[in-house]
């Protein structure tokens, strides 16, 4: 199975800081992941798929890359509206479907 | 604007079976997509549990294979879950969702999830 690690598990940061979420692949055959934002009690949303596209209607301070095994999502700019966990998540074989551990975001 | 909504009993006694529905509004069930479904155990990370094309083909997480059944309506443009032998680990938000592919699979469409709770 494919593990995927994401890192750090939680985040302190100041409004206007840029962030970065990293998440690993235990295999090299990964090539793209997606990122998904989910505020309390809400169900998550899809703001980056394949990598580096940006979902339709998502605020352009927000952006993915990939570097071998290494997926990175960044926050440009962070806004107070921002403070949520955010997953990457893979598709391989089974399971189908891989989330990372989450990245909980506060604001300093 | 695609819209899905689960549904079912909030409370499940142990050993028993859990059933949600999710109805899928704006679109079609037999369109090009699969459907998922996903949980989350109260303040843990999410868990694919498995998906269903309109051709009743499914795939499952290993790791509930053997208790998961997802099933399709077509007539009705909803499909199910059943999860049998429950415990109080199965206790979550159940989220239905949406999978789309272009260089990989995402899932793009979620409903707001629904809690059950596993307790006598």
């Known amino acids: 199975d494919i593990q995927m690690t994401q890192s750090p598990s939680s985040l302190s940061a100041s409004v206007g800081d840029r962030v970065t979420i990293t998440c690993r692949a235990s295999r090299d055959n990964i090539k793209y992941l997606n990122w998904y934002q989910q505020k309390p009690g809400k169900a998550p949303k899809l703001l980056i798929y394949?990598?580096?596209n940006l979902e339709t209607g998502v605020p352009s301070r927000f952006s993915g890359s990939a570097s071998g095994t290494d997926f990175t999502f960044t926050i440009s700019s962070l806004q107070p509206e921002d403070i949520a966990t955010y997953y990457c998540q893979q598709y391989d074989t089974l399971p189908v479907f891989t989330f990372g551990q989450g990245t909980k975001l506060e604001i300093k | 604007q695609v819209q899905l909504q689960e549904s079912g009993p909030g409370l499940v006694k142990p050993s028993g079976t859990l059933s949600l529905t999710c109805a899928v509004s704006?679109?079609?069930?037999?369109?090009?997509?699969?459907w998922s479904w996903v949980r989350q155990p109260p303040g843990k990370g999410l868990e694919w549990i498995g998906e269903i094309y309109h051709s009743a083909n499914t795939n499952y997480n290993p790791s509930l294979k053997s208790r998961v059944t997802i099933s399709v309506d077509k007539s009705r443009n909803h499909f199910s879950l059943t999860l049998t032998s429950v415990t109080a680990a199965d206790t979550a938000v159940y989220y239905c969702a949406r999978a789309r592919y272009r260089r990989t699979w995402s899932l793009d469409y979620w409903g707001q999830g629904t809690l059950v709770a596993v307790s006598s």
């Open positions: 394949d990598a580096f």
């Open positions: 704006g679109g079609s069930i037999s369109s090009n997509y699969w």
